[in-house]
Nanobody, 116 residues
Framework: QVQLVESGGGLVQAGGSLRLSCAAS????????LGWYRQAPEKQRELVAA???????NYADSVKGRFTITKDNAKNTVYLQMNSLKAEDTAVYYC??????????WGQGTQVTVSS
């Protein structure tokens, strides 16, 4: 079991940046899958970015070139750097972790609102 707590969300103007943090209650080294999902109103949950144990990353096409996922094993923290934010990035962002291929544990979410 692990608890995940997101922070860093808020209100930002279009073109601005935010950095989301996901603090885990224990070591994240044992999780092969670490990722960020988002869900906008009336839309399906979407995988935004993921990072694996070896450092391999994946991004949704809509955020490629703008978002970067990183992790700091020593701090048990996963980050999502979001640049050049657009109104369509507005959503609740969820941190997730999984032992193998997909998410098993979830944070409570943090709201990101981008005003145009």
């Amino acid at each position: 079991q692990v608890q995940l707590v997101e922070s860093g969300g808020g209100l930002v103007q279009a073109g601005g940046s935010l950095r989301l943090s996901c603090a885990a209650s224990r070591s994240i080294f044992s999780f092969n899958f670490l990722g960020w999902y988002r869900q906008a109103p009336e839309k399906q949950r979407e995988l935004v970015a993921a990072i694996r144990t070896g450092g391999t990353t994946n991004y949704a096409d809509s955020v490629k070139g703008r978002f970067t996922i990183t992790k700091d094993n020593a701090k048990n923290t996963v980050y999502l750097q979001m640049n050049s934010l657009k109104a369509e990035d507005t959503a609740v962002y969820y941190c997730s972790a999984g032992r193998l291929y997909s998410a098993e544990y979830w944070g409570q979410g943090t709201q990101v609102t981008v005003s145009s």
